[in-house]
């Protein structure tokens, strides 16, 4: 392999720009390579530049499926419909390279669709845009439910433009866009758009990347619908009790299953637990069926009679998950209609808990610690059996530590309460990930994030928070600062401790922030004296074995008096002169001293900080010396 080839390997190892790869090709030319030297430098050079353009696309593959991850994330999270619509159209936006980002919602009952979400759009008219279906490249794109692009908007004839719309683009300056559709089964609900404001080809892949960040649109927008159904599922079903209570005779019936069913949900039974007992109620045998494998039941929550059986819909949101088939009772009066249609009503709810528990766990953790803060009086077992079930073990030594990210105003920007919010969700789940992988636990807390992490082997409280501050800086890429409390020994034992170390723990944050020690972790004891103020525990005889312990230890060794050097030197305002008259030593001897007590401490000891925790450490010595005596 010649020089110059092994350069190509070179600007591959460094990530050379494009333009970087001539070079060798030219000094060869240069030097007066021959023919076939260059035609095989040449052949390198079109190799070195394919394995670049593979490695890019790799990388830009990896950003895609890693921001792809990050949307699944915010939607078994689904909190706020649009907050994760928010984080999918920038998402798209940055990925994509483009200037703007935007999501339109159909509107069916005003027969139009609308503006739901913009990212990077400066116009208060293109923010407020709605136009009627089938106009615009939006309304192209919701007739066919096919992606469609445009180089430049307002010359191209495909769609059909409107004064309305056509203003509001060009209030907007927008050229190039590209739209692909929201879909739930067949039916468009909206359009996700990407957009320049220069002309731009889209690729392939950037169209494919639009679709699965719109397909997960689609989800949170169903998954939010569905949520609101089976609220209102619940309520039907609240009322329906109240009239149940209004009648008696046949209500003792419907009564009693609706107690079962209760009691059923309420200690964790499942579908089969159901199915047995409305069996025993209605007096015979009812199956619950799997969508596609048995009769086809109405989707209205009603149940029909199918021959000799009845059978009853279970769905939720338009999704239909089975059915619960009751056989062997041909003539079911309407209160027993209604108990079998109950039941398939709660047989959805315990199919769509057991799809939500994977949502619930990620939570489990911040709720256990927020019991701890907010309840340390609560039943003890039954905190230890969820302790117990996330492998955590609350009777090791713990540390709380107390996280915010720390950032510049200047690189907050302008829409500081959007960053600020995104942040703490950020950091919460970088701080989630961390406490499960040791094993502690994680909460959102007063704008950061409060963690309660078991201490390792010889590890101390300083030494976890300069590691969680390293770890969650590195994962969100900005300054993490933390500040840790003392040791807990048993947090289940003793919960009100863990009450009284967070506090220690915000102090301790609250104090590094102060100090402008941002990105930094810190415990009471990395704070001399100011530790001291900060920490519950007043740690006096390890703040002096800190600070002057190695003075301390050579005086006991060498049977020296540099502990009475030091108290003299100061006391003397740090004069050598006036400090060998208090000792009646030559100046020669302090100097000495001085000099020694510089090499155990530092040399750094005389600084004003240095010197006012010294002279403290000496005082609260002296003081220790004293009561012992």
């Known amino acids: 392999m010649s020089q110059e080839q092994v350069s190509y390997l070179e600007l591959l190892a460094r990530g050379a720009a494009v333009e970087a790869y001539d070079r060798p090709v030219l000094l060869a030319r240069a030097s007066g390579a021959g023919p076939e030297a260059l035609a095989e430098l040449e052949q390198a050079k079109q190799l070195a530049l394919r394995v670049r353009a593979e490695l890019e696309g790799r990388r830009r593959r990896e950003a ?64 407020q845009l709605r136009l009627g279906m089938g106009e615009g490249l939006g309304g192209l794109v919701a007739q066919t439910a096919r992606p469609y692009v445009t180089d430049d908007y307002f010359d191209d004839p495909r769609f059909q433009h409107t004064r309305t719309i056509d203003s509001a683009v060009g209030d907007e300056g927008l050229v190039a866009i590209l739209g692909v559709p929201l879909t739930l089964g067949s039916q468009v609900i909206g359009v996700l758009f990407a957009a320049d404001r220069r002309a731009r080809v889209f690729e392939r892949e950037q169209v494919a990347l639009l679709g699965s960040f719109a397909a997960h649109a689609a989800v949170a927008i169903d998954t939010a619908n ?24 046949v209500i003792e019936r419907a009564s009693e299953v609706h107690d079962r069913l209760t009691e059923l949900v309420l200690r964790g039974g499942g579908v089969l637990d ?4 409305v069996s025993e109620v209605l007096g015979g045998t009812v199956e619950f069926i799997e969508g596609g494998r048995g009769p086809a039941p109405l989707a209205d929550g009603h149940a029909i009679r199918d021959g000799d059986h009845w059978v009853a819909a279970v769905s939720a949101g338009g999704e239909t998950f089975g059915a619960l088939v009751l056989r062997g009772q041909p003539d079911l009066d309407p209160v027993d209609q209604r108990t079998l249609e109950r039941a398939a009503l709660v047989t959805s709810l315990l199919l769509l808990a057991r799809r939500s528990a994977g949502e619930a766990e990620q939570r489990v953790r911040g709720e256990l610690l927020d019991d701890l803060l907010d309840a340390p009086d609560r039943d003890r077992r039954l905190l230890r059996e969820r302790a117990a079930r996330l492998r955590t073990d609350v009777d090791a030594p713990h540390v709380v530590l107390a996280a915010r990210i720390d950032r510049t105003e200047a690189a907050a920007g302008n829409d500081t309460g959007v960053r600020e919010s995104a942040d703490r969700q950020r950091l919460w789940s970088a701080a989630s990930h961390l406490a499960a992988t040791r094993h502690g636990l994680a909460s959102a807390r007063d704008g950061g994030t409060v963690l309660l992490l078991p201490l390792g082997p010889g590890e101390s409280a300083a030494e976890l928070a300069r590691q969680t501050a390293k770890h969650l800086g590195g994962a969100l890429r900005e300054p993490v600062t933390v500040g840790a409390s003392a040791p807990v020994e048993a947090p289940l034992a003793r919960p009100g401790e863990v009450v009284t170390a967070y506090e220690e723990a915000r102090r301790c944050l609250a104090a590094l922030r102060l100090l402008h020690r941002a990105g930094q972790g810190a415990a009471a004891e990395d704070l001399g004296f100011l530790g001291l103020l900060l920490a519950d525990s007043r740690d006096i005889e390890g703040f002096v074995e800190r600070t002057i312990g190695q003075v301390l230890a050579y005086d006991r060794r060498r049977g020296t008096d540099l502990v009475r050097t030091m108290e003299a030197y100061f006391a003397s305002g740090m004069s050598p002169a006036r400090t060998k008259d208090d000792l009646h030593v030559h100046v020669n001897t302090v100097a000495q001293r001085v000099e020694r007590i510089g090499r155990l401490l530092g040399p750094d000891w005389q600084s004003p900080a240095r010197a006012l925790e010294i002279q403290l450490a000496l005082r609260l010595h002296a003081m220790a010396t004293a009561v012992t005596l």
């Open 64 to 127: 895609e499926l890693s921001a792809l991850f990050e949307t699944a994330h915010d939607l078994a999270g689904l909190r706020d419909l649009d907050a994760v619509l928010r984080a999918i159209v920038q998402r798209a936006r940055s990925l994509l390279g483009t200037e703007v980002a935007y999501l339109s919602l159909n509107d069916p009952v005003a027969g139009d669709t609308y503006m739901r979400v913009t990212e990077g759009s400066v116009s208060a008219r293109f923010q």
């Open 274 to 277: 159901v199915a047995a007992a």
């Open 226 to 249: 569905l949520l609101a159904e089976t609220r209102s599922a619940l309520a039907e079903l609240e009322r329906a009790n109240d009239i149940i209570r209004e009648h008696s005779g």
